[in-house]
Structures are given as structure tokens and as C-alpha cells.
């Protein structure tokens, strides 16, 4: 008895601790898409998990379109000096194949 209930704590401790090791792969995975769609923002947020990057993510996969309003959840320091640069990579082809991946990527 005493052995199952080890047995079932260890693994269910495992797939805890998976997503974690995983993570990076699904940060890898949302880049790929956005790059698929065209949409070059790591040339301008370092990091797509980061605040500004997620929240971004978060407005397109909620069906915005509009580079300037894609814009607004952005750091201050982001929309102050690099809007223009931001703008020009928010102008890409969102398709819903792609959209649906980064959904299910951000998901896990």
C-alpha cells in the first residue's frame, strides 16, 4: 500500500515538474508561428514571454489586427522608442491555422 502511494506521489510529481522542462520548447513554438505569420517581433521584444510580449499575443489571438492598437499594451518604454519599429512588425498574415497553434502553444 505504502509502496503504491510513493509510486502514484513520484509520478504525478513528474508530470508537475514537465511543463516546466517543456516550456521553453512552447516559447520556441509560439516565435516559430509568429514568424510564420510574418510577424517579426523579437526584432524589437527581446522576449515573447516577457509582459509586453504575452499581453501582444494575447490582443492578436483576441482578433486585433490594428498595429497601433497591438501597440498599446506594450511597456511605455517599448511604445516610446520603438514604435515605429513595433509597428512595422505587427503588420503580418494572420493565419488561422497559425493563430490556432500559437493559441494551443500559449495554452501549454
Known amino acids: 500500500m505504502v509502496a503504491g502511494l510513493l509510486?502514484?506521489?513520484?509520478?504525478?510529481?513528474?508530470e508537475r515538474g514537465y511543463p516546466m522542462v517543456m516550456g521553453g520548447t512552447y516559447v520556441n513554438r509560439m516565435q516559430k508561428y509568429l514568424e510564420l505569420m510574418n510577424i517579426?517581433?523579437?526584432?524589437?521584444?527581446s522576449q515573447i514571454e516577457g509582459e509586453s510580449g504575452l499581453k501582444v499575443i494575447g490582443a492578436?489571438?483576441?482578433?486585433?489586427?490594428?498595429?497601433?492598437?497591438?501597440l498599446l499594451p506594450c511597456h511605455a518604454s517599448i511604445r516610446k522608442k520603438k514604435a515605429q519599429e513595433m509597428n512595422m512588425a505587427l503588420?503580418?498574415?494572420?493565419?488561422?491555422?497559425?493563430?490556432?497553434?500559437?493559441?494551443e502553444n500559449l495554452r501549454l
Open 7 to 14: 509510486k502514484a506521489l513520484r509520478m504525478l510529481l513528474g
Open 40 to 45: 517579426k517581433s523579437r526584432n524589437v521584444i
Open 60 to 70: 492578436i489571438l483576441s482578433g486585433e489586427r490594428n498595429a497601433d492598437k497591438l
Open 91 to 103: 503588420q503580418g498574415n494572420y493565419g488561422e491555422r497559425c493563430l490556432l497553434l500559437l493559441r
